[in-house]
């Protein structure tokens, strides 16, 4: 058990919805990261925070957004759902901002049908 | 854009003998890399990490080799066990963030 938990840990929803994908670090860590991985795919890094202010910002695409709330958990919003954006989603989370290694929660499987 | 790529999607190797997985990287900005290793449906687990001042770091039965000059690290799994049979991706970050970037994995299976 990493200490990083995720909510919901599947998620079947339409095309065209909204969903938000949820993440608790571990405790004492500031820093969250939000991965995704589609099928037989890399880990394609999204975005990070660092104690509520946006860190660093990947591949993310408009439609999704995310947020590190003042008791630092995260939320990620995907909106105008498409089929592929069926993928897994991966939240990590870390003591520091760089050099270090991140913690990464069992992910949440986002199917869009 | 692939900044660190594995370009073995899988290896296999017998019991007791070394695994040895690569990863080569392009931006040579990056400063910290890491190994990761994932078995399904479970996210990925920390192995182990090497800052761009070291060429080595040893971890028990684990070691990274970092070759600035070539862009490439290396992790070396030694004696090989069935229990390592699982994805490991290398990763890469550059200071001051640490935004990860993964390679796509390569799938180690340690056969009996």
């Known amino acids: 058990d990493s200490g990083v938990t995720q909510t919901p840990k599947h998620l079947i929803t339409a095309t065209g919805q909204r969903v938000t994908l949820r993440c608790s670090p571990r405790s004492g860590d500031l820093s969250v990261y939000w991965y995704q991985q589609s099928l037989d795919q890399g880990l394609q890094f999204l975005i990070q925070?660092?104690?509520?202010?946006?860190?660093a910002k990947g591949n993310i695409l408009e439609r999704f957004s995310a947020q590190q709330f003042p008791d630092l958990h995260s939320e990620l919003n995907l909106s105008s759902l498409e089929l592929g954006d069926s993928a897994l989603y991966f939240c990590a989370s870390s003591v520091l901002s760089s050099r270090t290694e991140a913690f990464f929660g069992q992910g949440t499987r986002l199917t869009v049908v | 854009d692939q900044q660190v790529k594995q370009n073995s999607p899988s290896l296999s190797v017998q019991e007791g003998r070394i695994s040895i997985l690569n990863c080569d990287y392009t931006n040579s900005m990056f400063d910290y890399f890491l190994w990761y290793k994932k078995y399904p449906a479970e996210g990925p687990t920390f192995l182990i990490s090497i800052s761009s001042i070291k060429d080595k770091n040893e971890d028990g039965r684990f070691t990274v080799f970092l070759n600035k000059s070539a862009k490439h690290l290396s992790l070396h799994i030694v004696p090989s066990q069935p229990g390592d049979s699982a994805v490991y991706f290398c990763a890469a970050s550059e200071w001051p963030d640490n935004d990860m970037r993964f390679g796509a994995g390569t799938r180690l299976t340690v056969k009996p």
């Open positions: 925070y660092y104690n509520g202010e946006e860190r």
